[in-house]
């Protein structure tokens, strides 16, 4: 083998070994993470002790969540899955009220699709998919600065069903009236699919 073939060689060896690095990193951008539901369990935190500020700045107290079914998401304005926000209003529209809740949580940290001030975030949520769900102020949802919330979500210590990785944007949590997880949802799942559907219509 010749010192060019080994060069040649030894660059798609890296190349390989990059891109399966790269693969991994960003994975939950293909995949978006992992489903799992649960059967209702009542947790070893209370979830509705729970509070978070709004996008205003709001305190947004999550006792006013008793008896109300709750999708939580992580959104992004810049994210493949940023069309979203459409569907998710649409099901606002048809079933958000006093018996459901979408709670949406702005988010940075991947790939930085989030990088907008409160101000902006606002002006675009409303101005290209006129959001009227709850918009909550932006958070950590993973590392060192996570936000109360989503300790709760992804631990089972805390939750008392499941330990969860958010691995990119608009992962979904369904909360039901009573403060039990009962399904971490991937950035992929539709929704306006069946299952979301039903579990905000109360089915």
């Not at 790269?22 to 935190?45: E, L």
């Not at 089972?156 to 039990?180: E, P, Q, T």
């Amino acid at each position: 083998m010749t010192m060019k073939q080994k060069a040649m060689f030894l660059f798609l060896a890296l190349l390989t070994v990059g891109g399966l690095f790269a693969f991994n990193t960003y994975k939950g951008a293909i995949f978006g993470g992992v489903d799992n539901r649960y059967d209702s369990t009542m947790s070893p935190q209370d979830f509705h002790a729970l509070s978070a500020n709004t996008l205003d700045g709001e305190l947004f107290d999550f006792a006013q969540l008793a008896g109300k079914r709750v999708l939580i998401v992580n959104t992004a304005s810049k994210c493949g899955y940023t069309p979203q926000y459409k569907k998710l209003q649409s099901l606002f529209d048809q079933h958000g009220g006093e018996d459901f809740v979408i709670l949406g949580f702005p988010c940075n940290q991947f790939g930085r699709q989030e990088p907008g001030t409160a101000g902006e975030i606002g002006e675009f949520c409303s101005k290209n998919y006129g959001v009227t769900f709850q918009m909550m102020e932006k958070v950590d949802v993973k590392g060192d600065d996570q936000h109360p919330v989503y300790t709760w979500l992804c631990n089972a210590d805390n939750n008392g069903v499941g330990d969860h990785k958010v691995a990119w944007n608009f992962h979904k949590f369904l909360v039901d009236g009573d403060g039990r997880l009962i399904a971490s949802l991937k950035s992929g799942a539709d929704p306006l699919g069946d299952e979301i559907t039903a579990f905000a219509s109360g089915k």
